[in-house]
T-cell receptor, first 109, second 118 residues
């Protein structure tokens, strides 16, 4: 079956670095998305990886290893506003989104 | 875990026709479901919040007469795109909250429905 796994909750300190992991098993693969969702708001697009490697975008970076079915989102210089849920979603061979349950990131001062 | 399904997965229709998309919560009851549309590599745009047994709440700029939402049961919400036009071609995604779950704030997303209007 198709499955996405990511931790349910993580806690980090303001100013620190945190890595949110995501493993996936899908029928075919056409890329992986990371979204940020604040409570009560729609998810906002953070990144899309389809090739292996690290893509850096400001304080956020996303990594993909297709052979391992693994991705991570790296957040640097954490700010209180980064407290949110982070959703990992993979596109399967039919271009259907397979969603992770989301990782709730709690930032402490 | 909570599962949300959508039907159909993809649909191609002629301009001027109406298309109905179903969103189901398979193993939980969802008093609230959300409908989003997404353009490639962009954020999900919330269209409306669907509440079981009452009228949906539409976001600003979303035509309620064009995007009809019905949430007739605790496990099913439907979105009907009426008189579809090519600009309505998009990826429509629904989500639902499991209020009985450990974290009632968690939204579970459906796999999406790809609509192409010719």
């Amino acid at each position: 079956g198709q499955n996405i796994d990511q931790p349910t909750e993580m806690t980090a300190t303001e100013g620190a670095i945190v890595q949110i992991n995501c493993t996936y098993q899908t029928s075919g693969f056409n890329g992986l998305f990371w979204y940020q969702q604040h409570a009560g708001e729609a998810p906002t697009f953070l990144s899309y990886n389809v090739l292996d490697g690290l893509e850096e975008k400001g304080r956020f970076s996303s990594f993909l290893s297709r052979s391992k079915g693994y991705s991570y989102l790296l957040l640097k210089e954490l700010q209180m506003k980064d407290s949110a849920s982070y959703l990992c979603a993979a596109l399967d061979s039919n271009y259907q989104l397979i969603w992770g349950a989301g990782t709730k990131l709690i930032i402490k001062p | 875990g909570a599962v949300v399904s959508q039907h159909p997965s993809w649909v191609i229709c002629k301009s001027g026709t109406s298309v109905k998309i179903e969103c189901r919560s398979l193993d939980f009851q969802a008093t609230t479901m959300f409908w989003y549309r997404q353009f490639p590599k962009q954020s999900l745009m919330l269209m409306a919040t669907s509440n079981e047994g009452s009228k949906a709440t539409y976001e600003q700029g979303v035509e309620k007469d064009k995007f009809l939402i019905n949430h007739a049961s605790l496990t099913l919400s439907t979105l009907t795109v009426t008189s579809a036009h090519p600009e309505d071609s998009s990826f429509y995604i629904c989500s639902a909250r499991d209020l009985s779950g450990r974290d009632s704030d968690t939204q579970y997303f459906g796999p999406g429905t790809r609509l192409t209007v010719l």
